[in-house]
């Protein structure tokens, strides 16, 4: 079974800047899709941003220019960079490992942009 675990969510200022990570654990293929999703309250969950197993990142037009994904294979984690943060971008964060064979998603790390 693979675990899947968001940290670094939390308060931060407009126009500042967070990075979330998600840690994988388990049986990881070689080959998956490592999604960043946000659900902001009363509205539905949202992809954010993508990385393919080679490399190939999408962002959301909404957050493109701000947000950067990464990861790190070696460490099986994932990244989010969150900068010129807005108070939309207010939301539970989750990350979701997909493969061929699983799609595991994490518990979510709340990230809130209030002055």
């Known amino acids: 079974q693979v675990q899947v675990v968001e940290s670094g969510g939390g308060l931060v200022q407009p126009g500042g800047s967070l990075r979330l990570s998600c840690a994988t654990s388990g049986s990881i293929f070689s080959t998956y899709v490592m999604g960043w999703y946000r659900q902001a309250p009363g509205k539905q969950r949202e992809l954010v941003a993508t990385i393919r197993s080679d490399s190939e990142t999408n962002v959301a037009d909404s957050v493109k220019g701000r947000f950067t994904i990464s990861g790190d294979n070696a460490k099986n984690t994932w990244y989010l960079q969150m900068n010129s943060l807005k108070p939309e971008d207010t939301a539970v964060y989750y990350c979701?490992?997909?493969?061929?064979?699983?799609?595991?998603w994490g518990q979510g790390t709340q990230v809130t942009v209030s002055s």
């Open positions: 979701r490992m997909t493969t061929v064979v699983y799609d595991y």
